[in-house]
């Protein structure tokens, strides 16, 4: 896919299997997928091919990046 958006993936998943995720992550990255990640602390990662903005404002428009 161009674009994967998750929703608090990790949330109790154990440290090793996060790393592991994390690292498929930027795989998907590298191959030029755009990554919308949310946290169950109410953050967001935005990760693009070479880039990463953390902790958008909701109210972001995620069009002007």
């Given amino acids: ?3 994967l958006l998750l929703d ?5 998943v154990d ?3 996060r ?3 994390w ?4 795989e ?3 191959e030029g997928v755009t ?3 949310t946290t169950p602390e109410g953050k967001s990662c ?8 953390e902790d958008l404002p909701p109210s972001k428009n995620l069009t002007s990046l």
């Fill in 1 to 3: 896919p161009q674009l």
């Fill in 8 to 12: 608090e993936p990790t949330t109790g």
């Fill in 15 to 17: 440290p090793v299997s």
């Fill in 19 to 21: 790393r592991e995720f």
């Fill in 23 to 26: 690292d498929i992550l930027n």
């Fill in 28 to 30: 998907l990255r590298s």
């Fill in 35 to 37: 990554i919308l990640v």
């Fill in 46 to 53: 935005i990760i693009a091919a070479g880039n990463s903005w």
